[in-house]
Structure formats: C-alpha cells, structure tokens
C-alpha cells in the first residue's frame, strides 16, 4: 500500500470526488490533515448489547445485534415510502422501519447479520420495534460506527457523520501521523503519542482514551499559538527603536499639571509605559480601561514624553469626531508644557498635515499620509481591536528605527484571552475609575413598560439632555422578528417623540455622513439619535443620558457594556434601558447579570464563559485561532504551554527542525485567516 502524505488533498482519496471535495470544504477540510483533525463534538455510547427480549415498553435507546429475516420496501396509504424489516436474535424477534431510505432493500439481504442501534419499545401486540435505527453490517472487519464510543462530527448538507467516520477510518490505514514534539516536551507533560492520539481522538476504546487524546491534541494547537507568541516578541527584540530618557521627576510633574488627582492605577500604567520607552527595542503594549477610567491621560503622558525629546509622535483613533475630542483634550494638557497649535496637527479629511508638527492626531488613516509614519517614534492606538494586524505590522516597519506601539482598548480582556491571544504584547490595565464617577443604571424594559420608558426620556430631554436609541438591524428583516434603526426611525419620529429633533446613523452610510451626524448631534442638533451599534466605540457625548437598546438578547454582553459607556460620560444622571423578548432561560439569566454587574472585566468573564470567544469576539475578526481541541478559556493548559514554549524558545527553534516546521506551517495559515 502506497502511503500518502498529510497535505494530500482529500479530492483524491476513494469514494470522495469533487461534489464530496466541495461540501468538504465547507467544514474546512482540503488536506488529509484537515480530516484527521476534524474531531467528534461529542460521542455517543453504543457498547452495551441488549436481548431483543430485554426491550421495554418506554422508548429508549437499545443497541442489538441480529439477523435479518425479512427485509422490503411498502407505500404507506398517503405515499409516503417505508422500508420495513423483521430481525432477530436467540431471544425473540423485532421490527424496524427507516423512512424514505428504499436503497436499504438493496444493500441489505435476508440473512445478513447487523447491529442496529436507535429508540425502540414495545408495539401493541408485544414485539419491540425500531424507528430509524442506525445499523452496521457485521463481517469479518471490526466495527467502526455500532457496539463502541461512537464520535459524532460537525456535518454539512450531504455529509453524515458515518460517512465521514468511514472515509476517516479509511485514510488512518494509508497515512503516518509524525511526531513533532520533542520527547522530553512529551514525558514532562506526559503527553500521548501523537499518532496515537489522532486514533483514539476518532475511535477511542474507552472515555479516558478519548481525553488523553484530547489533551494531546488540545496541548498541541495552544503551544503552537505560544510558540508564535514568542517568536513575535523575539522578532520586537531583535528591532531598534529610539530609548528615551526618563527623568525622574518627569512623573511627578505630569501628575501636578492636573487639577485632579490621579488614581493610582493611572500613575502605575504610567510608569511601566514610560519605563518600556527606555528600553533600545520597541514598545508593543496595549493599555486596556473602562469607559471613563482615564486612558487618554496615560497616553499623553507618553507622547510628552517623545516631545519632550523633540521626536515626533501619532495619535490614530476610530473616527474623525474622536480625533477632533482628543485633539481638544490633548492641546489642553500640552499647552501647559509650552506646546501651541502649530505643535499638534489634526488630521482628518482632507486636511493636509503641518510637516512641522511634533504630534499627529487623526484617524487610521493617518498611517497612509505620506512621510507621517516614517517620521514618528511613538504611535498610540485607540480602539485597537478596530486596528488590523497588518496596520500594526506597518507601524514596526515603516522606517529605519522602529516604532513604539501603545495600543489602548476599553474591551475587557480576561485573562485567559490576554495570555493565549494577546501574548505578544505587555498589558497595561487602569483597574479604577476616578472619583465622582456615576455608575449608570441599568433596566430591563419589557414590551408593556415601553410607553412608560418614553414617557421618561420625553422628561430627560426636556431637561435638555440627549438620548441614544440603539437597533441591531439597519432595515426590516423578514427573517429577524426585531426592530431595525430605519423602521424605528420612523415610528419614533411619526409617534413617540414628534416635537423633537431625531438623526439615523447606520453603517451603510459614507463615513462623511456619519461624521456630519455625530458633530450635529454632539452640537445638540438632535435630541435622539438612532443607531445600529456602529456608535459602539468612537463617541464622546458628554450630554447624552439615556441609552436604549432595542432587541437586547441579540447582543454580547461585552458589547452592552461597550454600548452602555456611550452614556454617564459627563456630570448628569445616566440610564439604560434593555428592551427585550428573550426565549430562554439563559438569556434572561444573561441580561440580568448584566443589568446588575458594572465591572467591565466581571462581565468579559461571564460572557466568555456562557457564549464562546468566537461569538464574544468575533474570531476571525480579533485574531482567536480556530481551536478544535483546545478551549481558550482553559488557564492551566495556557499556563502549562507557555511555560513548554518558553523552554523551547530559549534552547533555540533550530534545536528543534520539526518544531520549527511546524510552527511555519500554523503561522501562515494564521496570516491567511487575518
């Protein structure tokens, strides 16, 4: 038998052809590999082997084994087509009957002997019966789908787990699985054969089988993702960047320039951003803060820190209203170092920068204006999740010295997420909120308190506050029973709050329109504002106090708290409301967690835990690998291959040739996924 390699392509294997390779490809298998690691979800236990004289007059599962004696297709009275049987065993006889499925007449024959598993019970004259059972003819080969742990898979239309569980257990016998992790990696973490694990992940004997074999597999995917982790930081260290100079008193004096005082976390983020400027490689942090918690001043303190130096420096933020607010925000505080506005360049629109400014401000945009980047030491990032990897990678690369980052989110990151998916930077994070800082109340409105909900806004307006009105859809959904910001738009205009003055934004529009809306309603030329969640980072209302969220249980819970920091922003009362038709238990239980909970990080956790990162996230969009064993929120296999990865790193890559090509491997198919 002639071996095949692992990047075969599964087109070439038997029984699989091109309309097989095309709805393969929908479950993301094109190699031999990828059906190899197309791992069961869950398995179901066929191994006990009833009498057919032992079944019940319940419906339950029953696993049998028998002969057939007679086997034939017959037309029930309305059309519709049954295959029915008789089997038996030495204890009595059974009937089973399949559902559209004639070729069964064919391919099975008197006599033939078979294991049937599915719910069966007793009919009325006594003999148990089996509706739609599964079944496995029995030779001389061992069986692969009845009579054992039986792994079930992620299908697609055409595409059965028995199908895929053949062709997989047919591929098994023509490849080699290599092992690629050094032994002494495999006795310190007592880890499984690789090839052996791959087998038993598939067709395991038992249930602990079957977790070792996951822990091999899962041990696998997270080292690569911390061997990728720190060759990046190898590849930062071995850059040059300006070191700049701390004074010792720089700090200190940054505090003094405020009328407040700053909170403790603010000033130790401070230090450990300042302290990594000093170092002759360059900076790659990510400052992550609540709404409100002060981020903005720690930043600025290290771009000073680059003027002070008289080298240049860029601020990139999502839109350009944000741009236009920290441009006022910074010229503030700068101006009370000596700097003026011929110092700080905003740059949005058209503009066209000041060539002698000393600090940049605009949108990511800025990266592509000609001679910025290549002139600046320090970039500081807002919102950096709205910021791609290739966009970082440009800002390292850009000039002859390389760049400090200081990415900055409002996005809570749990740990487990810091450690296996944002590894390569250093995190910063403000875990206190200044004083005087209202939390906004937070209500879950139901349908028949809604007029009672716009009676109360009607009153914060009149008071000359602003409201946001949040719709998960920009227009009507014939599919989707909830509201969108159009139809809403609409009925709130027409009915609700006709005497006011209400703008629509949504993500259709050309972001000038957007940015002409959001001035308009920062200048209180509207009262109410609805949106889709497009206004879920970016926006500085200081006088908007009430935020509604239309279909609610749509929603994240990390992106509620993301979309309620739009309010409570200045010095008045805030509130926000949930409106909701929640079907289940747990997204009630959710929203309520929620509704309760203020703590941005308490919240990341719960909804990481209850969801998934891909649903919390986005995967593809933040960058989460897609794990098939592993789990991202498992702290100790993450802690566990770190701590394997760094030993690796440390001993030389080259040490290791089959690591290193297999690290090759997983990091372009990770820069393809981005």
Not at 190 to 219: C, G, T
Not at 341 to 354: A, Y
Not at 412 to 422: D, K, Q
Request: hydrophobic fraction near 40%; aromatic fraction near 8%.
């Amino acid at each position: 038998m002639t071996e095949l390699p692992l990047d075969t392509a599964v087109l070439e294997l038997p029984y699989v052809g091109e309309v097989y390779a095309k709805k393969l490809d929908k479950l993301g298998i094109i190699t031999i590999e990828d059906l190899l690691h197309h791992l069961p979800f869950r398995y179901e236990d066929t191994s006990t082997i009833s009498k057919i004289s032992t079944i019940g007059i319940l419906p339950t599962i029953y696993t049998i084994k028998a002969v057939i004696l007679d086997i034939r297709n017959v037309y029930t009275r309305y059309g519709k087509q049954l295959t029915e049987a008789v089997v038996e065993d030495e204890t009595g006889l059974a009937s089973v009957v399949w559902f559209n499925m004639p070729y069964l007449s064919k391919s099975l024959h008197k006599d033939t002997r078979l294991m049937l598993s599915g719910k069966a019970s007793l009919e009325d004259m006594g003999r148990p019966k089996f509706v739609s059972p599964s079944y496995e003819v029995e030779n001389s080969k061992p069986s692969i789908h009845l009579g054992k742990l039986t792994g079930m898979y992620p299908e697609t239309k055409g595409v059965t787990s028995k199908w895929l569980r053949t062709r997989i257990h047919e591929t098994m016998h023509k490849v080699t699985v290599p092992e690629w992790l050094p032994p002494e990696t495999i006795d310190t973490y007592e880890l499984m054969a690789l090839s052996k694990a791959v087998k038993s992940i598939h067709f395991p004997d038992a249930i602990e089988e079957q977790n070792k074999a996951r822990q091999r597999l899962a041990f696998d995917e997270m080292i690569l993702i911390q061997l990728l982790i720190q060759a990046k930081r190898a590849t930062y260290r071995k850059e040059t960047a300006t070191a700049f100079s701390l004074e010792q008193d720089f700090i200190h004096k940054y505090k003094e320039s405020f009328s407040f005082p700053l909170t403790n976390s603010q000033i130790t983020t401070t230090k450990e951003i300042l302290e990594d400027m000093t170092k002759a490689y360059p900076m790659n942090r990510l400052l992550q803060g609540e709404v409100g918690s002060g981020k903005t001043i720690v930043a600025v303190a290290a771009l000073l820190q680059v003027l002070e130096s008289k080298k240049k420096a860029a601020f990139m933020v999502p839109t350009s209203i944000l741009a236009g607010q920290h441009y006022e925000s910074c010229l503030m505080t700068l101006q009370k170092f000596g700097y003026t506005e011929n110092d700080i360049s905003l740059v949005v629109g058209g503009k066209k920068p000041n060539p002698d400014a000393k600090l940049y401000i605009g949108t990511h945009a800025l990266l592509y204006k000609t001679g910025i980047v290549d002139s600046i030491s320090l970039a500081v990032i807002d919102e950096q999740h709205r910021f791609g990897v290739h966009q970082r990678e440009k800002l390292t690369s850009a000039s002859g010295l390389a760049i400090h980052t200081l990415t900055m989110t409002a996005t809570p990151i749990p740990r487990t997420l810091a450690l296996s998916i944002y590894g390569d930077l250093d995190i910063s994070r403000l875990t206190e909120m200044p004083p005087g800082r209202m939390e906004v109340t937070t209500s879950i409105v139901p349908n028949t308190k809604r007029l009672d909900m716009y009676a109360f806004i009607r009153s914060e307006i009149e008071q000359g506050r602003q409201v946001f009105v949040i719709c998960p859809l920009v227009s009507l959904s014939d599919k989707l029973n909830v509201k969108s910001a159009e139809e809403e738009f609409e009925t709130l205009k027409k009915e609700h709050f006709a005497d006011y003055k209400i703008g629509l934004l949504h993500g259709q529009q050309k972001q000038a329109e957007k940015d002409l809306l959001l001035q308009a309603f920062k200048d209180k030329e509207y009262d109410v504002l609805v949106a889709t969640p497009v206004v879920e980072v970016g926006i500085d209302i200081p006088n908007a106090s009430v935020i509604v969220i239309e279909g609610a249980e749509r929603f994240g819970l990390a992106q509620l708290h993301q979309l309620r920091g739009r309010v409570g922003r200045g010095k008045h009362k805030s509130y926000c409301f949930l409106l909701v038709s929640p079907h289940t238990t747990e997204e009630k239980e959710r929203l309520k967690v929620f509704a309760k909970n203020h703590n941005g990080l308490d919240i990341a956790e719960y909804d990481l835990q209850s969801r998934g990162p891909g649903e919390v996230y986005g995967a593809k969009q933040s960058g989460i690998p897609l794990l098939k064993a592993a789990s991202p929120l498992d702290l100790e296999l993450i802690e566990k291959t770190a701590m394997a990865a760094r030993k690796l790193s440390s001993d030389g890559l080259d040490k290791y040739p089959q690591v290193e090509r297999k690290l090759k491997a997983f990091a372009y198919i990770t820069e393809q996924r981005n």
